[in-house]
């Protein structure tokens, strides 16, 4: 699995250098480099206020070196992911299920395989459930992933009734005894109003089969967008509850600061995020490990570009 620091590293790569040029002053004359530490932050998408509140941190006061300022960072970021959640994959009511919904593209698809490729690792049964009808390649596609990851799926006819196919798909996961059915459903755009009420309509054909389905409802945002996911967030928060976020393409993105905002403003957790295309790529959510993967380590270990 990539780790989180290299797929943090295009996000940690503004940073670094900024950061070497404030630590390399002595404490007196930091404060003419805090502008640039500033922008640095801002472009990494981490919300005004926290920046504000970031570079207060850094303000020299006797003793306190460049660790201790770090640490002091590390923790302010850290609170501002609150509420921190960790999935736990509570089986004991058979089966969980998992509506996993967002914009085209944003890895809906992709992150629906690799949650089957972790249920299977802790031994569980899950099945997928192929909700995205709109596109004759929408069911094919999550059928190759599920082939990779060796799980079964279950799809209707492409054109057909999404809701049926969720209703279905719950069905079957009830009567084969699985552990967990994960629902892919087709991307939508978070300002098309009748494509966001189908999410509903989903959601209330999984109710019919089993009354507290689905347990969960997964919002997977794109991290390349930054700022621009919030946006989408709130909108898709709208039309159905969410219960937790599954940030992708962590790897690609220079502006994973984007969830400083993100968290707070929906009150949602992220619970997984992508740092990589393979089946092994998505990694638990980790507070700790994702803000140690942002701030650059130190003079000694990482060089800082020119
Ligand atoms: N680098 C990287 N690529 C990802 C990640 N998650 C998804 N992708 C890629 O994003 C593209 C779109 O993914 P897909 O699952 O089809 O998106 P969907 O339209 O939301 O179902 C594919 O090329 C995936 O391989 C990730 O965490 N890292
Ligand atoms: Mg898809």
């Not at 994959?89 to 972790?118: E, F």
């Not at 099945?127 to 929408?138: I, K, P, V």
């Amino acid at each position: 699995m990539a780790s989180w620091r290299d797929a943090l590293a295009r996000t940690r790569r503004g940073l670094t250098g900024a950061w070497s040029r404030w630590i390399s002053r002595p404490a007196a004359g930091r404060r003419e480099t805090l502008d640039e530490l500033e922008a640095a932050l801002l472009g990494a998408d981490v919300p005004v206020k926290l920046v504000a509140a970031l570079l207060a941190e850094t303000e020299p006061s006797p003793g306190r070196d460049a660790d201790a300022v770090r640490d002091a960072l590390a923790r302010r970021l850290q609170e501002a992911l609150a509420p921190a959640r960790a999935f736990t994959w509570d089986v004991s009511r058979k089966p969980l299920s998992v509506m996993v919904v967002g914009v085209n593209g944003s890895g809906k698809t992709t992150t629906c395989a690799k949650l089957a490729h972790l249920a299977r690792r802790r031994g569980l049964m899950p099945l997928l459930g192929a909700a995205d009808t709109y596109r004759a390649a929408g069911a094919e596609q999550l059928r190759l992933w599920a082939g990779r990851v060796a799980c079964d799926v279950v799809a209707g006819a492409t054109g057909g009734d999404a809701a049926a196919v969720a209703f279905d798909a719950l069905d079957a996961a009830h009567r084969r005894g699985a552990d967990l059915l994960i629902l892919d459903t087709a991307g939508r755009m978070h300002t098309r109003q009748p494509l966001m009420q189908e999410l509903e309509k989903i959601r209330r054909a999984m109710g019919k089969r089993l009354d507290r389905a689905p347990d969960e409802t997964w919002l997977v945002l794109d991290a390349a967008l930054g700022q621009n996911a919030i946006a989408q967030a709130r909108q898709f928060h709208q039309a159905v509850p969410l219960t937790g976020l599954v940030v992708t393409k962590l790897d690609g993105s220079s502006k994973a600061g984007f969830l400083f905002s993100c968290v707070p403003e929906l009150q949602v957790p992220v619970l997984f995020a992508g740092l990589g295309e393979s089946p092994d790529d998505l990694a638990p959510f980790d507070p700790a490990a994702f803000v140690d993967a942002l701030l650059p380590a130190d003079r000694a270990t990482e060089n800082a570009p020119a």
